[in-house]
Structures are given as C-alpha cells and as structure tokens.
C-alpha cells in the first residue's frame, strides 16, 4: 500500500499570498497517477488536479501541480477569499487508492 | 451535467446491516468505473470499494472486506454498497463517485482518478 504524507498540516495565509503544498508517497506513484482535491466544510471533495499536472474543467490557473515519483507539490499562486479549505491529494495508480490526510489552508 | 445522488444512510446499530445507493446521471453509467470513499466525523478520506464497469472486477479495502459488498446496475444506472456487520468505526458520510480517465474506456478502475463525487449520505453505527 503506498502511504501518502501531506505537509504542512495547517498552512495560515492571508489573501494573495501563494501556498505550497507537499504531498510525499512512500513508494514510487506509478507514472504520476497523483490526484488533488478539495474540500471545503460540508461540501463533498472536488477534484483539481490529476495525472500530478494537469488541471481538471473548470478549475482556475492559480492552481498548478507538479511533481514526479514519490514528491509532488500542489502551488495555489495567490489565494482567494473561496480557496480556504482542505486539500487532499490520491494516488490512483495502483490498489488500494489511497489519500493523504489532508492540508488546510486557513485565514491568517 | 453529470450527477450522483446518494441514498440510503442512517442510524443502525453495531452488528447491522445498511444498502447504500448511488443513482447517476448525465453519462453513460456502464461505460465507467464507480467507487465509495467514505469520511468518519473530523476526520479524512478513506477509500472503500471500487468496481468496475461491466461489474467484472470489485476491489476492497482491508478494513471492509468480508463485511461489504459493492455491486451495480447499468440497466437503472445505480451503484450500490451492501454494508454487513456494521461496526462503530464504519460511522461516517460515504460518498459514491465517477471514475474518470483520460481515453475513452473508463471500465477499469485502475489509473482512473475522481470526478465528481456525490454529496454523500450519512451512516451512523451505535447503539
């Protein structure tokens, strides 16, 4: 089972400011098959990011992710008012799924 | 506009039995993976079960195998999860969601990621 580490657990930010989050997995994810979601309080997880890099319909440009292996990082360029909340990234490359345990983004 | 609407949740108590339902619409339901990933209160995602389009393949997390069933029905377009000896650790909201993938056969869970997901259904185990 690949375990994936999410850092830092709590990311305090005001708007406009740029975040960075870490994803690390435990083995090496298969060809990138490396997902991101959000989630924001009670709403169901919406996806991001998948493939490490490549932005799902609909999801603004401030979000990039990039990475490769078993390091992968998810960028918000500068932060809005609505991307306060918590992000989990998947792998998906190989059974089972697994998550990290999530980063929130919270008002500094 | 792809939509999944789950059902089925509520109160039970430990040793139970609860069937979740996930009704789809919006794409063509057999042409697609479909898994549950469900979230205890506070806490994070944890994936269940995955099965594929053609109800061929079904996959299960260790900590539900034996316990939980997943299946589906392409002619009604619903997912369903058969939850057995239900524990006070299966408390959470579990969400049904779409496999997707980049080409045009997503039968097969593998290397499909999750897009969208339903808004989930609450299951509470207690006595």
């Known amino acids: 089972e690949i375990v994936l580490t999410q850092s830092p657990g709590t990311l305090s930010l005001s708007p406009g400011e740029r975040a960075t989050l870490s994803c690390r997995a435990s083995?090496?994810?298969?060809?990138?098959?490396l997902a991101w979601y959000q989630q924001k309080p009670g709403q169901a997880p919406r996806l991001l990011i998948y493939?490490?890099?490549s932005r799902a319909t609909g999801i603004p440009d401030r979000f990039s992710g990039s990475g490769s292996g078993t390091d992968f990082t998810l960028t918000i360029s500068r932060l809005e008012p609505e991307d306060f909340a918590v992000y989990y990234c998947q792998q998906y490359g190989s059974s089972p799924w697994t998550f990290g345990q999530g980063t929130k983004v919270e008002i500094k | 506009e792809v939509q999944l609407v789950e059902s089925g949740g509520g109160l039970v108590q430990p040793g139970g039995s609860l069937r979740l339902s996930c009704a789809a619409s919006g794409f063509t339901f057999s042409n697609y993976a479909m898994t549950w990933v469900r979230q205890a209160p506070g806490k994070g995602l944890e994936w269940v079960s995955a099965i594929s389009g053609s109800s061929g393949t079904t996959y299960y997390a260790d900590s539900v195998k034996g316990r939980f069933t997943i299946s589906r029905d392409n002619s009604e377009n619903t997912l369903y999860l058969q939850m057995n000896s239900l524990r006070a650790e299966d408390t959470a909201i579990y969400y049904c969601?779409?496999?997707?993938?980049?080409?045009?056969?997503?039968?097969?869970?593998?290397?499909?990621?999750?897009?969208?997901w339903g808004q989930g259904t609450l299951v509470t185990v207690s006595s």
């Open positions: 083995q090496t994810a298969s060809s990138s098959y």
């Open positions: 493939g490490a890099s």
């Open positions: 969601a779409k496999m997707d993938c980049s080409g045009t056969n997503c039968k097969s869970p593998g290397k499909n990621w999750l897009d969208p």
